[in-house]
């Protein structure tokens, strides 16, 4: 169905989305040109991906996030540009941003309505969406796939044939096997699109539309070993209590970077659009395409609602911590459903020039926030670990605080100086939860550091330096206090309180033993985004 729009606010929705689009794909260079190394959880993935043999790779995805298909393109980049060659996959990065936003406009066109405003307003100029989803990560490919299967389900529906079931089958499959979100995702859009169907009486839509879900569900089978090898240690992983208070918490902070005012947008925009279509629904008028735009309607109001309400029920039942990155399917599905009903039920010219000049101030409040946003590095580890090689000798010692950064010094550290993480663990190239287990476990919670602090200890003693890459907590004013051995209490396994005693132990020792402890000034220190801003500190000097 195509909507008819008169001429002079045709041209001036088509300027704004034209003008939009060249504002989003400004703003993802200069998020490729600004990110620069990849920060430790770009760096895990790419050490799976590049493991010498397929069935290395295929026995180690459990530590990464990511199923199997992601992990085979990072693969095949890294044999052409090089694993090492951060510049290649940050232009691998750039081209998924950009193509998030060409599928934007794929799907707007499949549904009737030809420019996707809102869209691109609040996912393509999000600096969250374009930090995350242009990262050496899936979140960006998992984007695309949502858009395509949109506009693959939506298409089956309204012309069922073989052809087009198999694109959904094609576009589901490649949806879930790029994140295991995307599952959910799969799901409310199957269910929006049989809504439509089961509305048109067209049974046949209705079950293939089911049917490429389901067949896509199915194929995830494959993943059983994997998802059974990485429950061994999820529970390092998890929060106590996951509920709607956090999740609207952590929203919030995913949206901000755009502006404070962002989450009250987006809840507005999403209460008013199920408003009109709750009273869509009641009106009865001759309308012509009203048929057209009902289905839109139906298909965008069912795939939000099961989408939102199945998207907060898997964020429960995982548990985990909820990183920006986890909200990416989730935006990318609502900001889709908004733009359909958007393009269904703002009708009028008046309606549409409002609309417009909404955008229009949106747009203008967001590119400044976005802008600063984006042009942060994502992690000064290579910076730090270049500066280590020029300061340490072969006598002195490294130490990585906490243990996970060691993913990044693993990529980038090459000075003569040995190097260990706090606590020592043998395996550093991707993120060994199994092996942290075991540490947390101990029944003596100083043990896991006793290799480390000798270490410590015959390196200052011997006149040597010890460095430490991270962060080094500050003394709590009573003695450290030493955690009973995980799970405790019940069944609970506090990583992050044993990284803190552990950390809390080694600056117990450095100022114990060490004549002197400072912390080292960074050259060429800038603003980093979260998650990768190590510091670096130097203890020298020997006292019994």
Not at 66 to 88: H, K, M, Q, S, Y
Request: proline content about 6%; glycine content about 6%; aromatic content about 10%.
């Amino acid at each position: 169905m195509q909507l008819t729009y008169s001429p002079w606010v045709r041209r001036v929705e088509t300027g704004l989305a034209v003008l939009l689009t060249m504002v989003a794909v400004w703003l993802h260079a200069v998020s490729a040109a600004s990110a620069g190394s990849l920060w430790r959880d770009e760096a895990a993935g790419i050490e799976v991906a590049i493991l010498p043999a397929m069935s290395e790779m295929w026995n180690n995805m459990h530590y990464d996030s990511f199923p199997a298909l992601w992990l085979l393109l990072v693969r095949g980049i890294g044999e052409v540009a090089g694993p090492l060659n951060d510049t290649d996959f940050r232009v691998m990065g750039f081209t998924v941003g950009v193509s998030v936003i060409g599928a934007l406009w794929i799907y707007a066109r499949a549904i009737g309505h030809s420019l996707p405003l809102i869209s691109l307003l609040l996912l393509s100029l999000s600096p969250s969406v374009i930090i995350w989803g242009d990262s050496a990560r899936a979140y960006g490919l998992a984007m695309i796939f949502i858009v395509l299967l949109a506009a693959s389900i939506w298409r089956l529906v309204e012309s069922p044939g073989a052809f087009r079931f198999l694109l959904a089958v094609v576009t589901a499959a490649a949806a879930v096997h790029t994140i295991f979100f995307n599952s959910v995702i799969v799901l409310a859009l199957c269910a929006g699109g049989a809504a439509v169907a089961v509305r048109k009486r067209s049974w046949r839509s209705a079950s293939l539309v089911l049917l490429a879900g389901l067949l896509a569900a199915l194929s995830l089978v494959t993943y059983r070993t994997m998802l059974r090898d990485a429950a061994t240690w999820r529970v390092l992983a998890e929060v106590p209590e996951y509920g709607l208070a956090l999740f609207l918490v952590k929203l919030d902070e995913v949206l901000r970077p755009a502006g404070a005012w962002t989450i009250g947008v987006w809840l507005s925009l999403l209460s008013v659009s199920l408003y009109g279509a709750w009273r869509f629904s009641k009106m009865k008028d001759a309308d012509a395409d009203r048929d057209g735009r009902q289905a839109i309607v139906i298909f965008s109001s069912v795939s939000l609602i099961v989408g939102v309400i199945a998207y907060l029920f898997f964020l429960e039942k995982l548990s985990y911590y909820p990183s920006p990155w986890y909200y990416l399917p989730l935006l990318t599905l609502v900001a889709l459903c908004l733009d359909g009903l958007s393009g269904a039920l703002v009708r009028t010219d008046p309606a549409r020039t409002w609309r417009s000049i909404g955008l229009i101030i949106l747009a203008a409040a967001t590119i400044v926030p976005s802008l600063r946003a984006v042009q942060r590095p994502m992690t000064n580890a290579h910076t730090v670990a270049a500066q280590l090689q020029a300061s340490v000798e072969p006598n002195d010692l490294v130490i990585v605080n906490p243990w996970f950064i060691g993913v990044s010094m693993y990529r980038y550290y090459r000075g003569t100086a040995p190097w260990m993480t706090l606590p020592p663990i043998g395996a550093h190239a991707f993120h060994r939860y199994d092996l942290i287990k075991e540490r947390m476990a101990a029944s003596d919670q100083a043990e896991p550091l006793r290799p480390l602090i000798d270490a410590a200890g015959r390196t200052l003693a011997g006149g040597g330096r010890v460095f430490v890459v991270g962060r080094l907590d500050p003394l709590p004013p009573e003695s450290v206090t030493v955690l009973p051995p995980s799970p405790h209490p019940g069944p609970r396994w506090p990583e992050a309180a044993h990284r803190k005693q552990w950390s809390s132990m080694l600056r117990a020792f450095l100022q114990s033993h060490a004549d002197s402890l400072k912390r080292v000034p960074l050259q060429n220190a800038s603003a980093i985004r979260a998650y990768e801003d190590l510091h670096l500190f130097v203890a020298a000097g020997w006292r019994p």
